[in-house]
């Protein structure tokens, strides 16, 4: 079903960019579940308009769609002249580390020069609210876990920097100007789907993460897991990270544009489970919930990586009252049940 824009209540009126992409698409469903309607900007880099069908076989509703890289300066000017957007949740980027080490420049231009577009034509539009996609790479790896909002930050690499210095653009206009409204999410590392398998992630070529490698070994695409390190001072050896249900994520860019309904200036919030989970123990999750074994090795650890990383969730849960509610075994089952149905590049 498509909504006309005079049927609009223009105060829950939200504009996602990267919508269509993995953790974007889950946040559009969850702001139309809220009442919300959406307008999506997405340049289709590491996404498909096919998503946009998902979304409305959930909801019911066919969020607006504009094809267009936040790059394009009018392009974006032009968005916030048509649709009458009250807020917005701006998760377009480019995520790579391994890329971004070999294409920095591709990296700022994406995702600072991107944001500089966006934040100008809000500028224009007196649109104030924004929530912003950060990262737990923005933490120095000499930060101790539990990693709470005031840990050291230090990027080690060109992607998390990117997003290190959006942060800090974002801190200096809040405090040039009180009638901004940020809010920082610094996910920590989201899996999952949503439980209807009808939207999830889609990682083109050979993935680099854990658990994308490991469904498309699950599946038989990829024929064994190389688990990278089994020498860490961890119960197991193996690495140990906070992962988070995708639509657990998704709840919280609503927590967070419903705390700037209320706050101006700058917030942040570190969004994981607050709990971590081994490497080794996220591969026999995995093969509980298919029901047989993954064959896998452990090799060399992979440079850069930190030994355990999780999230002091405090803040969300005290400021946002939301908290992950998610086991890992829910989100080993809803992206399963999301690779089942979905085997390709957006087959
Ligand atoms: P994704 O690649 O699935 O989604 C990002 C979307 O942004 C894609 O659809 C892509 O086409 C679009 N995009 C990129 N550059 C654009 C541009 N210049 N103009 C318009 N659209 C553009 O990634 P995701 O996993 O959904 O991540 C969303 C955000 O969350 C990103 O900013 C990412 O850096 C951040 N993040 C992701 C993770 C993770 O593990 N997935 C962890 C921490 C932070
Ligand atoms: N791992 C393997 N084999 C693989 C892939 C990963 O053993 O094939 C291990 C890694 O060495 C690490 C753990 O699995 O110990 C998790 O690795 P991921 O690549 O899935 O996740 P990271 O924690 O390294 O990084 C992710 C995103 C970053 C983001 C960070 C925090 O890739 O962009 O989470 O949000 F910044």
Redesign the pocket.
Known sequence: MSVSLADLDVEKFALV?????????HTVVALIEAGYQVVI???????SEIVLSGIERITGRVPHFVH????DADAVIKIFKEYPIASVVH?????SVGESIHSPSKYYD??I??TLNLVKAMQTAEVTTLVF?????VYSSSSEPPLGEDAKKLPTNP?GMS?YIIEQVLTDMALANRKWRFGIL?????IGAHPSGRIG?TPSGIPN?LMPYLMQVAIGKLAKLSIYGGDYETPDGTCIRDYVHVVDLARGHLAALRFLEEANGVHDWNLGTGKGTSVLELVKAVEQVIEKPIPSEIIGRRKGDMPVVFADVTKASNELSWRAEHTIEKMCVDHWNWQKRNPGWYQ
């Open positions: 960019t990267g919508g269509t992409g993995y953790i974007g698409s900007i997405d340049n289709l880099d590491n996404s267009a890289d936040l790059r998760l377009a980027g480019l995520k994406n995702n020069g991107a996609s950060s990262s737990a790479t992607y997003k610094r996910y920590f590392n989201p992630e993460n």
